[in-house]
């Protein structure tokens, strides 16, 4: 099993180890910063090559901006052997006393019942009492996923689970962001319920976006502009981790609270089956959602005001 952590999050990952330890496994540990100088601009050659001879990865980090390429270049590893891989980034004391604590058996048969109802629908359709008015066409081509905490070889996931997720077909309408924003834009201007971002979505792609909260504003729009797809919805994604009460200015637990995420640029096109890349992503939260799915012949409401109408 290998372990990855950082000067921040030591602590976390020094909590892990001891469970790794009650249960006598056999674990590598690495902190990033005695490897290589942050931000990182690849992940180090130890880390990856402990990796090759491993069943099982944890990674307990607190990201910094442009590190994307080295969590991609870990990934890939992950992908290509079928590992078992926690993804933790920015993992907090406080995550881990919620969003991690949540009934994860429970999270996964609502997740599951979730999964079942999408891949049967169309379209997504959804609002929200901030303004969100959002359309999605779903590629049949394209794979649903669902991470709820209980992580296979099939799929890496995010701690602490609880969604499902695909690249959509194509997303029209307008996505208010009275949530949070991803990455490391989520630590700098925390919870947006008082300065909502508001993004205007064009056959899958950012056509305009507005906040009272310029600095915000200007972030996100050079962040979504970094790469011929940077601006593209790249994931469609519905959480579901009931166990999550409220947004707490923390994208690794945020996306998971119910209701609908999206996220702009690269589309893990080695799981949903999308063809096109980007070296971005990042997602947006709303709060308070509406969500109906169709089939071409009737509609049914599966959330309402941010609470499923689906019994886990």
């Known amino acids: 099993m290998t372990l990855i952590t950082d000067d921040a999050t ?21 902190v990033l910063e005695e490897l290589a100088q942050r931000p990182l601009k690849d992940m ?3 880390v990856l090559e402990d990796m090759e001879t491993s069943e099982v990865s944890i990674f307990a980090v607190l990201v910094q901006p442009n590190e994307l390429q080295s969590r991609m270049q870990m990934t890939d590893v992950v992908n290509r052997r079928r590992m078992r891989h926690a993804h933790m980034v920015n993992i907090t004391p406080e995550v881990m006393v919620q969003g991690m604590r949540a009934d994860f058996n429970v999270v996964d048969r609502l997740s599951q019942k979730v999964l079942e109802k999408v891949r049967a629908a169309k379209y997504v359709r959804a609002t929200s009492g901030a303004g969100t008015n ?35 077909g194509e997303v029209n309408g307008v996505f208010v962001v009275d949530g949070v924003v991803g990455d490391f834009l989520c630590a700098r201007f925390g919870i947006l319920r008082k300065t909502p971002l508001t993004i205007h979505v064009g056959h899958n792609r950012i056509t305009s976006v507005e906040c009272a909260n310029k600095e915000l504003e200007q972030a996100f729009w050079a962040y979504t502009h970094t790469d011929e797809n940077s601006d593209r919805v790249g994931e469609f994604a519905i959480g579901t981790n009931i166990g999550v009460s409220r947004v707490i200015g923390n994208i690794l ?43 071409g012949t009737h509609e049914e409401q599966i959330m309402s005001e941010g609470k499923f109408l689906i019994e886990a």
């Open 10 to 30: 030591r602590e976390i990952a020094a909590s892990i180890a001891a469970e790794l330890e009650t249960i006598g496994c056999k674990w590598n540990g690495f």
């Open 253 to 295: 637990q945020d996306e998971k609270f119910p209701g609908i995420h999206i996220a702009f640029g690269d589309p893990y096109g080695a799981h949903t089956g999308a063809p096109w890349k980007s070296t971005t992503h990042i997602d947006v939260v709303g709060l308070e959602f509406n969500i109906w799915l169709g089939d």
């Open 134 to 168: 959002i359309f999605a066409e779903l590629e049949p081509s394209y794979k649903w996923f669902k991470t709820s905490g209980i992580i296979s070889p099939e799929k890496w996931g995010n701690l602490p689970g609880g969604e499902c997720f695909t690249a959509p």
């Open 44 to 46: 180090p050659k130890a």
